[in-house]
């Protein structure tokens, strides 16, 4: 209902329409790649940027979604984001230029203008979110067209907003694409936990990677391996929830190491690879 209110203002299309995903550092890639033979490394990640599978990574459970991909909210059917926010640019060129313009002119910068922030990065007038969506300013959204979906045919009518009863009823049963992830206040599909819940009950160990474990999502998971006896070892910088929660003296299954996750693991695939090459 939220994200069909946001699309009531025509503003959810055009806030992630600049969005590129980040390929990351290459260290974050090359670390995904040093998976040790025989055994099987099966991977479940909160992250939706993809790096694991970019950096090589097999098995991998994307527990909260993908961000290169988009979903038809009436049909279910899904499509490269890039290749939607392409079609998107070019049904929407006039109205791309106009809502930079006015942007642009609302935060005192020339239209296209790009500039470097506090950290060094440079960035048009029209910027990026933290969360990855484009920082319009909304009075710009009239007038956005969002094309239909190639595969059910409908479209989300932008030009009226403000519907009621059966209009709005027939406007919640057009189409729309949203970015196939789990946002706030969303559930998890339950096909992708049993996906995981599957590899934590085959594993012989559960390594979690910098995560507080705070969501309930990861949590769960940590806390249905330890149920099961299975021990599981933390590495991260800050206490967990497993921690807090008292799991890690009650059940002796838990071993934390509190460390920076990026030396820590770069130092452990040389120390694999040393081993690996004698």
Request: aromatic share 6%; with cysteine.
């Amino acid at each position: 209902e939220e994200v069909l209110e946001c699309l009531g203002e025509s503003c959810y299309g055009s806030m992630s329409i600049n969005n590129n995903v980040d390929d990351g550092d290459n260290t974050q890639q090359q670390q995904q790649q040093k998976q040790p033979p025989p055994r099987r490394l099966a991977i479940i990640t909160q992250n939706v940027d993809i790096l694991h599978s970019k950096g090589g990574s097999k098995h991998v459970l994307h527990l909260h979604g993908r961000g290169d991909i988009v979903r038809c909210m009436n049909c279910g059917v899904t499509r490269d984001r890039k290749e939607y926010h392409d079609h998107l640019s070019e049904s929407n060129r006039e109205w791309m230029e106009a809502a930079a313009a006015t942007t642009a002119t609302k935060s005192g910068m020339e239209s296209g203008k790009k500039v470097r922030d506090n950290d060094g990065k440079k960035k048009k007038a029209a910027s990026l979110r933290p969360d990855g969506d484009a920082d319009w300013y909304q009075e710009s959204y009239d007038g956005m067209s969002l094309p239909p979906c190639p595969h059910c045919g409908t479209a989300h009518d932008i030009n009226n907003n403000h519907q009621n009863g059966e209009q709005q009823q027939q406007q919640q049963q057009q189409s729309f694409y949203k970015t196939d992830v789990v946002f706030f206040g969303d559930s998890v599909p339950r096909h992708r936990f049993d996906i995981a819940y599957a590899a934590v009950d085959a594993a012989d160990g559960i390594l979690c990677i910098g995560t507080s474990l705070a969501v309930h999502s990861a949590y769960r998971l940590a806390k249905r391996a330890l149920d099961k006896g299975t021990e599981v070892a933390i590495l991260n910088v800050g206490e967990t929830r497993i921690e807090s929660e008292g799991l890690d003296s009650s059940t002796g299954l838990v071993t934390k190491i509190e460390s920076p996750i990026g030396d820590t693991l770069a130092e452990v695939v040389k120390s694999y690879t040393a081993a690996a090459e004698k």
